[in-house]
């Protein structure tokens, strides 16, 4: 019984850990004539992030609303953002929203969260697949496009 509550302990640590980090993907585009790249971050989490009813619901294993966002930075950050790979082709914008309207949002951790979310489009958008274990050893680090 020792070895299994040790390895229940660890999974429970590693969605923790998981949990704990939030990744997104950011495709960065130059328009023509236009003097600096614009940045576009797509990401999901919960509808609700900040209740303890969605902290318990998803700890517990549960489910929750989620909700797809798509919103403009000024600028990359300097910190916390790694580059995966370019998109292979010129219309990423386009495909990244049609690729946000077919996902199911209802959120999972482990299963369909913002890891997954962030995974399946990097793979939709360069044809790269990614991990979790890829992803976890950025410790908060966006994923940048």
Known sequence: MHGLGGMLQTLGSRAEDVAAVHTMAIIEEQ???ADAPSYTV???LPADAMALRTTATLMAGGSV????????????PRRRCSLIGEATVPEAMQMARCFNEIWPCELK??????HSHTAALVHHLTGQTITIEKILPLQRYPLWM
Request: glycine content about 8%.
């Open 109 to 114: 951790l482990l299963v369909n969260d913002c």
């Open 65 to 76: 609303k989620g909700i797809l966002r798509e919103r403009q930075l000024r600028r990359l």
């Open 31 to 33: 328009a023509p004539g």
């Open 42 to 44: 797509f990401d999901f």
